[in-house]
């Protein structure tokens, strides 16, 4: 991800993008070293400066960020237990109404 920002932000220092973004230029060094990922809303933050879109920059978000495991992940790590409990029952409630549903299909 660091080579994809670097690309994006050719011609603009990390001081410039640190103006457009609102994000600190001690977390953005920290992006373009690879110390650190960005988190989805600075990703978007990122892309919002650069005119581009948030996949052009990180490959979290690809095609479909439902079929993103590390977006995913990164959404779930961020909730409270109670939620991210909440999250698995319903996941799990998810399944099973698509194994009942599949097997009423003709």
């Excluded at 973004?21 to 690879?34: M, Q």
């Excluded at 933050?45 to 650069?50: E, G, M, S, T, V």
């Excluded at 109670?82 to 299909?105: G, T």
Aim: aromatic letters at 4%.
């Amino acid at each position: 991800m660091a080579q994809n920002l670097k690309i994006a932000c050719q011609g603009m220092t990390q001081n410039d993008l640190a103006v457009r973004t609102g994000i600190p230029n001690s977390t953005l060094s920290g992006y373009f070293a690879e110390r650190s990922t960005p988190s989805p809303g600075n990703v978007q933050k990122i892309a919002n400066a650069l005119g581009i879109h948030k996949s052009d920059i990180d490959p979290r978000f690809g095609h479909s960020e439902l079929a993103n495991d590390a977006c995913l992940q990164a959404a779930f790590g961020q909730l409270s237990d109670n939620r991210q409990l909440a999250v698995i029952r319903y996941a799990e409630n998810q399944l099973q109404r698509q194994r009942s549903d599949n097997l009423h299909q003709p």
